[in-house]
């Protein structure tokens, strides 16, 4: 029979326990965070489908704190499309989330109905779907490790639903939603978990100033509550030169600095960049910021009217 180190083990295991609690409050506390909010609407509010005009395709990939091992890691695919007769839009977002040991699947379906106002449009969406949450404690690598082996791997099926309302006008959008209203406990098998998913309540916003002919700037905000953790506020502005580039800043409170560059490539597609610089805080001192990459395209029939740039 093998020998085991007690002391050895007894850390392994409070080291075990640590990570899963760690890893499941930041997957229950906080919803995947996007610098590019404002050109990726599906991912907060079901009633933002529809509102490229035509079926829309949008791939989001983020690396968060470049350089730092089990650094959270984030892949989107969003696609909505309005349907014949433009007042209902269908939507899909696949969401793939990583931190550590614990990996996050998400797939919703949303349903979002258009109603025309005289100067722009209203649109109410609900959403539905599952999120899978997976945890494999035997990847962890410590330098002490029991001779018996420890297998302990916690994984979960969460169904849930949300709701949104979206307003959008040739200049002006602002949006509110609650993406999944339901408080689902994540580790139902561990009596002392209290990880579950919280519920976010999102407030989106921006207003296009023309300053000249070839010049335009966008204020946008992101307002998140999320209960029982600290409000969010997201503050960015983007100018666009000759409707093909974008140059953004934006500053996350009591967060980070980010910079954005998005390019209208064709009249159908966009591609997008954003860097997170790395903050004040401690942390900065073992990655080098965030980096996120964004990719949309917009399929029309011949005959339909294709607006370039998209503002919204």
Same mark, same amino acid.
């Given at each position: 029979m093998?020998?085991?180190?007690?002391?050895?083990?007894?850390?392994?295991?409070?080291?075990?326990l640590?990570?899963?609690l760690?890893?499941?409050?930041a997957?229950?506390?906080?919803?995947?965070?996007?610098?590019?909010?404002?050109f990726?609407?599906?991912?907060?509010?079901?009633?933002?489908?529809?509102?490229?005009?035509?079926?829309?395709?949008?791939?989001?990939?983020?690396?968060?704190?470049?350089?730092l091992?089990?650094a959270?890691?984030?892949?989107?695919?969003?696609?909505?499309s309005?349907?014949?007769?433009?007042?209902?839009?269908?939507?899909?977002?696949?969401?793939?989330?990583?931190?550590?040991?614990?990996k996050?699947?998400?797939?919703?379906?949303s349903?979002?109905?258009?109603?025309?106002?005289?100067k722009?449009?209203l649109?109410?969406?609900?959403?539905?779907?599952?999120?899978?949450?997976?945890? =494999? @404690?035997?990847?962890?690598? +410590?330098? #002490? $490790?029991?001779a018996? %082996?420890?297998?302990?791997?916690?994984?979960?099926f969460?169904?849930?639903?949300?709701?949104?309302?979206?307003?959008?006008?040739?200049?002006?959008?602002?949006?509110f939603?609650?993406?999944?209203?339901?408080?689902?406990?994540?580790?139902?098998?561990?009596?002392?978990?209290?990880?579950?998913?919280?519920?976010?309540?999102?407030l989106?916003?921006?207003?296009?100033?023309?300053?000249?002919?070839?010049?335009?700037?966008?204020?946008?905000?992101?307002?998140?509550v999320?209960e029982?953790?600290?409000?969010?506020?997201?503050?960015?502005?983007?100018?666009?030169?000759? =409707? @093909?580039?974008?140059?953004? +800043?934006? #500053? $996350?409170f009591?967060a %980070?600095?980010?910079a954005?560059?998005?390019?209208?490539?064709?009249?159908?597609?966009?591609?997008?960049?954003?860097?997170?610089?790395?903050?004040?805080?401690?942390?900065?001192?073992?990655?080098?910021?965030?980096?996120?990459?964004?990719?949309?395209?917009?399929?029309?029939k011949p005959?339909?009217?294709?607006?370039?740039?998209?503002?919204?």
């Amino acid at each position: 029979m093998r020998k085991v180190n007690i002391k050895s083990a007894l850390l392994y295991y409070a080291l075990v326990l640590l990570m899963g609690l760690i890893s499941l409050s930041a997957f229950s506390q906080q919803h995947t965070m996007y610098t590019q909010y404002m050109f990726n609407g599906l991912a907060l509010n079901p009633a933002y489908a529809g509102s490229h005009g035509g079926m829309s395709i949008t791939a989001l990939a983020r690396e968060q704190w470049s350089g730092l091992e089990g650094a959270p890691s984030t892949q989107t695919l969003a696609l909505h499309s309005p349907i014949k007769n433009k007042k209902i839009s269908l939507g899909l977002l696949m969401l793939r989330d990583q931190i550590g040991v614990s990996k996050e699947h998400a797939i919703y379906g949303s349903y979002a109905y258009r109603i025309a106002m005289e100067k722009g449009t209203l649109s109410m969406g609900l959403q539905a779907g599952f999120t899978s949450f997976r945890e =494999d @404690l035997n990847e962890l690598q +410590l330098l #002490h $490790r029991p001779a018996a %082996d420890f297998q302990d791997i916690r994984s979960s099926f969460l169904p849930n639903f949300g709701a949104g309302i979206f307003y959008s006008s040739e200049r002006f959008y602002a949006g509110f939603s609650v993406p999944r209203m339901l408080q689902n406990s994540i580790d139902k098998d561990n009596p002392i978990s209290t990880a579950k998913e919280a519920r976010h309540y999102f407030l989106t916003g921006g207003y296009m100033l023309y300053l000249s002919r070839d010049l335009k700037l966008k204020p946008n905000f992101l307002l998140k509550v999320v209960e029982g953790a600290p409000i969010q506020f997201d503050l960015n502005a983007n100018l666009l030169i000759k =409707d @093909l580039i974008w140059f953004g +800043l934006s #500053h $996350r409170f009591g967060a %980070d600095w980010n910079a954005l560059l998005e390019l209208q490539i064709t009249k159908r597609i966009r591609f997008g960049y954003a860097y997170d610089f790395a903050s004040s805080t401690d942390l900065s001192q073992v990655h080098s910021g965030s980096h996120e990459f964004m990719l949309n395209y917009v399929f029309l029939k011949p005959e339909q009217k294709m607006k370039s740039p998209r503002f919204f």
